[in-house]
Nanobody
Framework: QLQLVESGGGLVQPGGSLRLSCTDP????????IGWFRQAPGREREGVSS????????DYADSVKGRFTISRDNALNTIYLQMNSLKPDDAAAYFC???????????????????WGQGTQVTVSS
């Protein structure tokens, strides 16, 4: 059973950057596609980005294309979400999720994913 852990959230000014990390301390993520999702108060959870298990396939929501970059370092068992040019609308709780690469290569629909982390908060404010 995966236990995903997110980190890297915090308070940043508009235009600033943050890098989120997702890992599992006890289980390899090498064979899982990983997605990043976010949920702001009063809004539905939305898919932000995803990456296949080998890192060759990535997806981005239109709202973050050109600003966010997903990557993974399987040697460190960590998936990253680099977020640049942050806007107040990016403020949300960010979650990573995993699905076996045998089932999916990624995607931005939360129903595709079987395992979820607890989330890390991103606040964008001056």
């Amino acid at each position: 059973q995966l236990q995903l852990v997110e980190s890297g959230g915090g308070l940043v000014q508009p235009g600033g950057s943050l890098r989120l990390s997702c890992t599992d301390p006890g289980y390899t993520l090498d064979y899982y596609a990983i997605g990043w999702f976010r949920q702001a108060p009063g809004r539905e959870r939305e898919g932000v980005s995803s990456i296949s298990s080998n890192g060759h396939k990535t997806d981005y929501a239109d709202s973050v294309k050109g600003r966010f970059t997903i990557s993974r370092d399987n040697a460190l068992n960590t998936i990253y979400l680099q977020m640049n040019s942050l806007k107040p609308d990016d403020a949300a709780a960010y979650f990573c999720a995993a699905v076996s690469s045998l089932k999916r290569s990624g995607g931005l629909e939360e129903v595709m994913y079987d395992y979820w982390g607890q989330g890390t908060q991103v606040t964008v404010s001056s």
